[in-house]
């Protein structure tokens, strides 16, 4: 199945990710993740939904200002059936990869 691969806007704080504009995602796949950290280590937690709904993804960083991590999910990405809400702790930003 292919589709089109699109880039949301980072987030920097806790909440739904949007696309290029300020409209929320919808269903998705997540192909991959883009985080910039900060000097401490940090985290990065993907739900399908809003701030208490099910964890599809955690992914924790470095310790490190200066070593984005860049993670290219398996087959076809992670299903997000509502939206893709990301809680994040100690990141400068996160960016997903969606389509």
Known sequence: MQ???????????????TDQGTTSLARCRV??????PTATA??????????SSTIKIT??????????TYMLMPG???V???AVYGTVSNLGSATIIYG
């Open 59 to 68: 992914i924790n960083t470095v310790a490190s200002a200066t070593q984005p």
């Open 3 to 17: 589709t089109d691969v699109l880039a949301s806007v980072p987030i920097t704080a806790s909440g739904q990710f």
């Open 76 to 78: 076809e990405g992670l």
């Open 42 to 51: 940090g985290s990065l937690i993907l739900r399908d939904g809003g701030a």
């Open 80 to 82: 997000f059936q509502t």
């Open 31 to 36: 192909k991959a993740v883009y985080i910039v």
